[in-house]
C-alpha cells in the first residue's frame, strides 16, 4: 500500500468511526445488559443466549435468568431440570448445559468471578472464540476484535465493498477487523467500536435489505458506491429448514417434558403422540437422552433429568 493510500485509509477509518460513534450514541437499543447495568457474567449469559438468536426473543429470557441466577455460583447449583425449563424456547438447548459447565468451572476454578484472558475464557466449556472476544470487549474493556457475522458483514461492505459470504470468517476477514478496530486511545474507544460496527449490521446493514439511505456511514461505504454487487449473496450451502427436522421433533419433547408438574414423567405411550414417524421420534428421544437432556426411566417414562 502506497503512502497515499494509507493516508486515504486512515482517514476513512476515522471518518467511519467518528460517524459510528455519533450513531450509537443516539440510536443503540436499550439492551439491559448494556451500558454497564450487568456483570460480567451477565454479559457472558446474553451472548450465549444470542447465538443464533433473535435479539427480541432474548431480553425476556435474559431478564427471568439473571433473576433467579445472578452469577455462576447460582446457576452451578441449581437444578438441571429447572435449567433446562428456563432455557424455554430459546432453541439449541443444548447451549444450556454447556452454560450450567462453564458456570461450575467458573465457580470451582476462578471464585465466581469470570477470568480475565483471552486463553482463559476460551477454555471454559462452550465458549468459542466470538464469546471471549465479546466478554473481553463488552465486559472488561479490553482492546480486541471481536468477529461475528454482522461485524463481518459490515466491515465487508464499507471497506472491501463485497458481501461476506458466511460460513467460519476468512484470515482476510480477521486481518480487516483487527486493522480497522481503533488502537488504544480513548477509555472505551474500541469498545464503542465494536458496538456500533454490530448495532448497525444488525438494525441497518442487513443480509438482505440493508437501509442504506439512513446508514451513518453510506458516504464511505465502498459497497455504495459500487452499486451493491451481489447483494444478499451468501454461502452455497442452503438454509437449513426446520420443519420436519430432528430439531422440530426434540423440541416437542422438551417442550411436553418442560409443561409436566416439577419432577413428573412422560409415559412413553404419550410421548409417541407427539410425532407421526416414530422411527425419528424414536432417534431424537435417544439423541436427548446422550445429549444429557432428558432422562429415560426404567419403566420407560421421560423425564427431565433429576438433581
Not at 457475522?149 to 461476506?164: D, M, P, Q, W, Y
Request: proline share 6%; glycine share 8%.
Amino acid at each position: 500500500m502506497s503512502a497515499d493510500s494509507a493516508d486515504t485509509d486512515a482517514q476513512q477509518r476515522k471518518r467511519t468511526r467518528i460517524k459510528l460513534a455519533a450513531w450509537w450514541e443516539a440510536n443503540a437499543r436499550d439492551l439491559p445488559w448494556r451500558f454497564g447495568r450487568t456483570s460480567p457474567w451477565g454479559v457472558l449469559v446474553s451472548e450465549v443466549m444470542s447465538q443464533q438468536t433473535q435479539m427480541s426473543r432474548v431480553v425476556p429470557y435474559w431478564t427471568d435468568w439473571m433473576a433467579r441466577w445472578p452469577d455462576a455460583q447460582a446457576l452451578a447449583d441449581a437444578p438441571k431440570a429447572d435449567v433446562i425449563t428456563a432455557w424455554g424456547r430459546l432453541g439449541y438447548p443444548r447451549r444450556v448445559l454447556r452454560l450450567q459447565e462453564c458456570a461450575r468451572v467458573v465457580t470451582e476454578q476462578y471464585h465466581d468471578e469470570l477470568p480475565h484472558t483471552y486463553e482463559e475464557l476460551i477454555g471454559l466449556p462452550g465458549i468459542g472464540d466470538y464469546t471471549a472476544s465479546a466478554v473481553l470487549s463488552f465486559a472488561f474493556g479490553e482492546r480486541i476484535a471481536v468477529i461475528d457475522t454482522n461485524i463481518r458483514r459490515v466491515l465487508s461492505r464499507v471497506f472491501l465493498g463485497v458481501e461476506s459470504l458466511g460460513g467460519a470468517a476468512s484470515p482476510a476477514e480477521r486481518a480487516l477487523a483487527n486493522r480497522v478496530l481503533p488502537e488504544q486511545g480513548a477509555v472505551g474507544e474500541s469498545v464503542t467500536w465494536n458496538q456500533s460496527v454490530m448495532e448497525l449490521g444488525a438494525v441497518v446493514c442487513t443480509a438482505k435489505s440493508p437501509l442504506c439511505e439512513a446508514c451513518p456511514v453510506a458516504d464511505d461505504c465502498m459497497f455504495l458506491k459500487l452499486g451493491r454487487p451481489g447483494l444478499g449473496q451468501r454461502r452455497t450451502r442452503p438454509r437449513q429448514r426446520f420443519q420436519g427436522t430432528d430439531r422440530q421433533v426434540r423440541g416437542l419433547v422438551l417442550a411436553s417434558l418442560r409443561e409436566l408438574p416439577a419432577g413428573a414423567s412422560l409415559p412413553r405411550k404419550d410421548a409417541e403422540k407427539l410425532w407421526d414417524d416414530q422411527v425419528q421420534l424414536a432417534s431424537c428421544i435417544a439423541s436427548l437422552d446422550d445429549d444429557g437432556l432428558i432422562e429415560i426411566t426404567a419403566d420407560d417414562m421421560l423425564r427431565l433429568p433429576q438433581g
